[in-house]
């Protein structure tokens, strides 16, 4: 069927940022209702309530509600065929702020696997590299933890060693 075009560099979601968070949101939900199969009208509306999220952290009830509409638009967007690469990356963003570290990382990989321009795989390769030592670390030390909450002192002191020898900072 038909699809909507998307400008170039992004100029309705810049514009977006700077507008007012009552009008923008409801043009890409009427953008996503008339082309329902649209990753990238899901994307644009996910942009926007992410963005929105950022936007109001300082009041933190308005911040999570656009968060959890931001979760919902990117779910849809990622649900589709035509995806872009970008929606992987994105959401990646978003689980980041989130503090959602693996399942960031399982999207700045889904981008890679997608993304062929160097350009664009140059920053998500870095990101990636450390959230895995980020990884890493987190299951050597829960380990530890484990270990020592089990009894278990010795091994729990031989995880921690090995966490800090890993990572001396």
Known sequence: GAQPWMLEGGDIINDANCSNYQSTPRYF?????LFPECA??????????HDASLTFKVDPET????????????RHALSMEDTPAEAYSN??????????????LAHFEAFLERESDSTARSQIEKI?????????????FKEAFDYIAMGNEEHGIER??????????
């Open 29 to 33: 939900m009427d953008m996503t209702a």
């Open 40 to 49: 990238v009208c899901a994307l644009n509306l996910a942009l926007v309530y």
């Open 63 to 74: 911040a999570a509600a656009y968060a959890e509409k931001a979760f919902a638009a990117y």
């Open 91 to 104: 959401y990646g963003y978003f689980l980041l702020e989130q503090e959602n570290y693996d399942k960031a």
């Open 128 to 140: 990636v590299t450390r959230l895995r030592d980020i990884t890493a670390s987190d299951v050597l």
């Open 160 to 169: 921690a060693e090995e966490l800090i020898h890993e990572h001396p900072d």
